[in-house]
């Protein structure tokens, strides 16, 4: 077990630095520089002041030694002021990091909810109606297309009927805000939620059909007990494991998959910054949120292969069985 | 995890045929294909314009000169869906070709040698799992072509976006279809016809295209129709982004991105296309559905 | 079963809760925007997101006001060589220069009680003097080379040289010498250290008519009226600037009542404005403020085909920008002949105007020389084809609308246009100011009032390899008598003889046309009905420079 979490610690280090490597060097690729962007917004710059603010930034450096220097400062913890925000990179990071996990943390929640039951339905009776209708309902969320579905909400539910803002984030604080909170959540919730239902539905369906069909449960089933008790005695457990894996992947997209829904929502998470970064061409900024993106998304496979043992009790990483 | 043998061709047509939604998705993306693949020739046939600008005619609606009314700058909006329906088909299934074929290569070779080489193919396919997908094709779809030191000709041309959205998809998502292929390769070299092959001397390359390759065909259709449809969706959103296919040429991501500020205006701008994604999309996957219950001998057969 | 109807009850109550107060009224005012400041620095990188709040907690020296003329808004007075307060007079080195007195407002205080004193001008000098300091555009601070303190209220500067704006300060924006000065002690961390990215609800970095009293990164900036204001009290009792990058939710979020007004400096796009006015003029006023953004198309005239001027006057020919302004914008962004602006007050109708003529387009390209046609293209005598790039940036839906009516209006007169486009860094940052881009680039320059053209039209400023690309002349414009023209105007303090100069400089535009001239751009402010006092300018100075003018009155 400790051999196995350390090997994956090891891995995931090498990822991580081959992946800084590469993201500083695809946006060395992208073309201009940060100092051409505040070019576009004041007319009065002239070359000569773009000429002492790109000295000023370090810019003229090769790309090389840049990374070395960004290396050497992140590994001591100090990983730099966002070049845009003026602002240590993490104090730009935790309100958006906040925000995001609020936003995810909800939807990935709510998506399971729904998502695991309907999966077990449609197993049970598979190809009967009530089957097609999930299996419609369920591929209607995935195939529309995200900033359609976000603005379609807004449309009916903010501009028709006017019960939920169309935006952006609570102004109140504390406990009012809380309240409020809740209504600006509503809409992307629903609209990330619509989206990732589907995937997880039909894995559920798929896995619970194959473990339906095994020997033990056709026991079970002989014996008298009813579809709930076999499910959640038996079945349930296995045709997890599955899921489990495919589940844990999907944590680590939705963070910067959520970046069509924040941009029309206006809600300031993890996945509009990373887009902004990248397109301010904000190196420290923008390989720090990927980084941080990456990170989640190795640590949802890591708990994934965990969960994946301790379900299955035919696999272990102990000699001894539990 | 089953194991997927090739079966007699009626029988899986026989059973893809009792998948109703299948069946009808097929039929729909045929008519899709024919209407935007033809896009040229139904584009003459009907006497339409997707091209000319006339600032006299926007926002007309339907009429017998314009079935489906003008666009923003007066243009045809049927002509126009169906230029935009063969760039974004084109995209979707050369990049779930591209994908699929990138993926099938690397995972057959690492699931029939094994050793090594498996190891360090897994560990990098791993790697590329664990990115974030949607940032990693923002990085990718701006950077700039020249710097790489492609020539001039190709990085100025009007179709260099498709192409570079083609590609950097097909680079992204090759993963799933590796694993897959690499997961049943394991299984197959184990089968004693292959092994028999090998002990009469059969060379790897052989063996690997004789034998294992027909027995995956299936998954590898499976996977590459699902990823279609994957593929259509994730235009639309690079489009909306801005880093899609660049106007003037007409795909339905960019049309429905155009049509954003327009809802209210002329909804029909944003409908046809968001629809025409939709049904596509869901096509593919209800097509993909019933393509691996058909292929697969263990799925399940309706139940009381 | 039971938990879920409680659950089920509880959601709906939820959702009939009101929304927060819809409507604007005098308690709040909700103001969309399209973009949130990165930094609330009043002097590092100039945000358009960032002047328009910053308008409301502080003011300039001077600025423009909506009639284009200079005012003084911290200042007592505005200092001219006639009332005697602006002393022209020899630098050290024994170039022209001149010495400007002003007086800060009297009663002019930070939010924490401190008087708004000579002593932030200093300071503010000392750090836009200082080149590691990160302020963007330094030339205002180079050229004022010394500060003789007069009172704790009044000073004198003195600059190296002596133009015609010696008196307009409008980009000096004070900082607080009493809480940033310790932030300034080492200058090269100042950027990262300074008190309002620090510290940003600090009371004492205002002195406006509202404070900042909260702020939700990414989202939104709330707003309260500041008690030590000096002038006219405002209004509304508490201001919320929204932030909605994409512009069709900014559209639902007015529609919906989550906000109130839209921001013409930085909101709606033309079309989508005229859209909306169309359909909810009963509602709301929609003001369309044709203003300083020059929308243009300049010519590489280093590309031999363009050398030619007969080319370049058939291209304006060909195309029909009366019927693109009055189609596309509703008539609401008028048709430019030259860079100068109709509201600016040097500007000349009498220059040579090209309008829409295919016939006379053919003429003259037949004239050049371009008189064979092969498959609707033409071709000179050498066999080359008449054909041009035209560039802009990628994702401005307007740009991309404008590029296809003209490449369809410029086929029709058997020229070649390929359409290629870039993000805005790129665009700006490599292919316009290393010349690269081949033909045609299209994009809109921001000026201010009686902005003197030399960057982009004298042939000093024409960015080449050997000058490291420094200058602002894409066109690569040799003109000897505007070269004169450029170089005397600056320093033209006779009214008279500079609205010749201007005729002139305008004259030779228009003659040779280095640039297609487009039009210049509206902004539109949609306001509900009821909310007087917001006065758009059409140059870069906020409308919000004079918030406490605003009010609502059902």
């Known amino acids: 077990m400790i051999q196995f979490v350390l090997s994956r610690l090891a891995q995931s280090t090498v990822v991580l630095l081959i992946m800084s490597f590469t993201i500083y060097g695809l946006m060395g690729l992208m073309p201009g520089d940060p100092i051409d962007l505040m070019i576009t917004s004041d007319p009065k710059i002239t070359t000569e002041d773009a000429a002492r603010l790109r000295e000023l930034y370090g810019l003229n450096a090769p790309l090389t030694d840049r990374y070395w220097h960004w290396l050497t400062n992140a590994l001591k913890g100090d990983f730099g002021f966002s070049r845009m925000f003026s602002r240590p990179v993490f104090d730009v990071i935790w309100p958006a990091l906040g925000n995001t996990l609020q936003l995810l943390g909800l939807s990935f929640l709510l998506a399971l909810v729904i998502a695991i039951p309907l999966g077990i339905i449609a197993a049970v009776k598979p190809y009967s109606k009530l089957d097609y209708a999930i299996n419609l309902f369920v591929f209607a969320g995935i195939s529309v297309p995200p900033f359609w579905l976000a603005l379609l909400l807004i449309t009916l539910f903010s501009v028709i009927f006017g019960i939920l803002p169309a935006g952006g984030t609570a102004e109140a604080a504390g406990v009012a805000g809380v309240w409020e909170s809740a209504k600006y959540l509503i809409l992307p919730v629903a609209s990330l939620t619509i989206a990732s239902i589907g995937g997880h539905t039909r894995y559920m369906r798929a896995s619970m059909i194959e473990t339906l069909g095994n020997d033990f449960i056709r026991t079970a089933r002989a014996k008298g007990l009813s579809w709930y008790q076999v499910i959640t005695g038996h079945a349930l457990r296995n045709a997890l494991i599955p899921v489990v894996t495919v589940v844990a992947l999907d944590f680590g997209y939705l963070f910067s998959g959520a970046l069509v829904t924040e941009t029309i929502f206006a809600y300031p998470g993890m996945g509009k910054l990373i887009f902004d970064a990248i397109m301010g061409n904000d190196y420290n900024l923008a390989l720090i949120t990927l980084l941080l993106a990456t990170a989640l998304t190795l640590f949802g496979n890591f708990a994934a292969d965990i969960a994946y043992t301790w379900l299955d009790p035919r696999l272990s990483f102990r000699k001894t069985r539990r | ?304 | 079963m039971h938990l879920i109807k409680r659950l089920l009850f509880l959601s709906f109550a939820l959702l009939l809760m009101p929304v927060p107060a819809l409507g604007a009224s005098k308690e709040k005012l909700v103001i969309g925007i399209t973009q949130f400041p990165s930094t609330f620095h009043p002097n590092i990188d100039a945000m358009a997101a960032k002047s328009y709040i910053h308008a409301m907690v502080a003011r300039p020296f001077t600025t423009h006001d909506k009639n284009w003329n200079l005012v003084c808004l911290l200042c007592t007075q505005l200092p001219t060589i006639e009332n005697g307060m602006a002393k022209p007079e020899k630098t050290p080195e024994g170039k022209d220069g001149i010495a400007v007195t002003y007086a800060i407002h009297p009663k002019a205080t930070w939010g924490d009680g401190v008087p708004v004193s000579t002593k932030d001008v200093l300071f503010t000098w000392r750090v836009g003097r200082h080149e590691k300091s990160g302020i963007g555009n330094i030339e205002l601070y180079r050229s004022l080379y010394k500060i003789d303190v007069l009172s704790d209220k009044s000073f004198t500067l003195h600059f190296d040289k002596l133009t015609f704006d010696y008196n307009g300060i409008n980009d000096f924006n004070l900082l607080p010498a009493h809480i940033d000065e310790a932030n300034f002690s080492d200058p090269e961390t100042y950027k990262n250290k300074t008190a309002y990215d620090t510290d940003p609800l600090n009371k004492g970095l205002f002195f406006g008519p509202y404070l900042i009293t909260d702020i939700a990164s990414g989202s939104h900036v709330i707003l309260k009226p500041n008690p030590t204001w000096y002038g006219p009290p405002p209004k509304f009792d508490q201001i919320v600037v929204r932030a909605i990058g994409n512009t069709a939710a900014l559209e639902a979020n007015l529609l919906s009542g989550g906000i109130d007004m839209i921001a013409g400096e930085l909101g709606l796009t033309i079309d989508q404005a005229i859209s909306f006015e169309k359909r909810h003029r009963d509602k709301y006023n929609v003001i369309f403020k044709p203003g300083l953004i020059y929308e243009h198309i300049d010519l590489n005239l280093e590309n031999p085909l363009l050398a030619d001027v007969r080319v370049r006057r058939a291209l304006v020919h060909a195309i029909d920008r009366e019927t693109i302004s009055e189609r596309l914008f509703d008539g609401r962004q008028p048709v430019a002949h030259t860079s100068v602006n109709p509201l600016d007050w040097v500007f000349a109708d009498d220059v040579p105007k090209y309008e829409f003529s295919p016939d006379k387009a053919n003429a003259l390209l037949d004239e050049a020389g371009w008189n064979t046609r092969k498959r609707g293209i033409r071709h000179n005598a050498q066999g080359e084809k008449l054909t041009f790039e035209i560039m802009t940036t990628a994702g401005n839906r307007t740009r991309e609308l404008v590029q296809q009516i003209l490449q369809s209006q410029w086929k029709s007169v058997g020229i070649e246009i390929t359409i290629k486009n870039e993000p805005a860094r790129v665009f700006f940052g490599q292919t316009m100011t290393e010349r690269r881009y081949s033909g045609l680039g299209m994009y809109a320059w921001m000026s201010s009032p009686e902005n003197v053209p030399r960057t982009t039209l004298h042939s000093n400023h024409i960015p080449t390899t050997a000058n490291n690309f420094t200058g602002q002349n894409y066109t690569a414009f040799k003109n000897a008598e505007m070269d004169a023209l450029l170089e005397r105007i600056e320093t033209e303090l006779d009214k008279t003889k500079r609205l010749e100069m201007w005729r002139r400089i305008q004259h030779i535009y228009a003659e040779e046309l280095p640039v297609i001239p487009l039009y210049f751009r509206a902004s539109a402010f949609v306001l509900p009905k009821g909310l007087t006092g917001v006065e758009p300018t059409g140059h870069q100075y906020s409308t919000t420079l004079w918030i406490e003018n605003w009010d609502y009155q059902k």
Request: glycine letters at 8%.
């Open chain 2, 1 to 304: 995890m089953s194991m997927r043998v090739a079966q007699p061709s009626h029988l899986v047509w026989q059973r893809l045929c009792r998948h109703q939604m299948a069946v009808v998705s097929g039929a729909v993306l045929l008519c899709l294909v024919i209407l935007s693949g033809g896009a040229p020739l139904w584009i003459t046939l009907l006497e339409l314009d997707g091209q000319s600008v006339d600032l006299f005619n926007r926002f007309q609606p339907a009429s017998a000169q314009h079935p489906l009314g003008t666009d923003e700058l007066g243009r045809d909006l049927l002509a126009r869906l169906l230029e935009g329906g063969r760039v974004s088909l084109f995209v979707g299934l050369v990049a779930a070709f591209f994908a699929s074929l990138i993926g099938t290569l690397i995972g057959i070779t690492s699931g029939y040698f094994g050793g090594r080489l498996d190891a360090i193919l897994m560990r990098i396919t791993d790697g590329i799992i664990s990115l974030p997908m949607l940032p990693l094709l923002i990085v990718l779809a701006a950077i700039d072509l020249s710097k790489l030191g492609l020539p001039d000709a190709i990085v100025n041309s009007e179709n260099a976006s498709l192409f570079r959205i083609a590609t950097i998809v097909a680079l992204a998502g090759w993963t799933t279809v590796a694993r897959l292929v690499r997961a049943e390769t394991l299984a197959l070299r184990e089968r004693d016809y292959v092994r028999a092959s090998h002990a009469q001397g059969a060379s790897s390359v052989r063996i690997m295209r004789v034998h294992i390759l027909p027995n995956l065909a299936a998954s590898i259709i499976v996977a590459t129709t699902l990823s279609t449809g994957h593929i259509i969706l994730l235009e639309s959103v690079l489009s909306f982004l801005g880093l899609g296919i660049q106007p003037p040429v007409a795909s339905w991501g960019n049309l429905l991105t155009n049509a954003q500020e327009l809802i209210w205006e002329a909804p029909r701008l944003a409908f046809y296309p968001g629809a025409l994604i939709f049904i596509s999309v869901i096509a593919f996957n209800f097509l993909g559905d019933g393509l691996r219950d058909a292929l697969d001998p263990k799925s399940a057969t309706p139940q009381k």
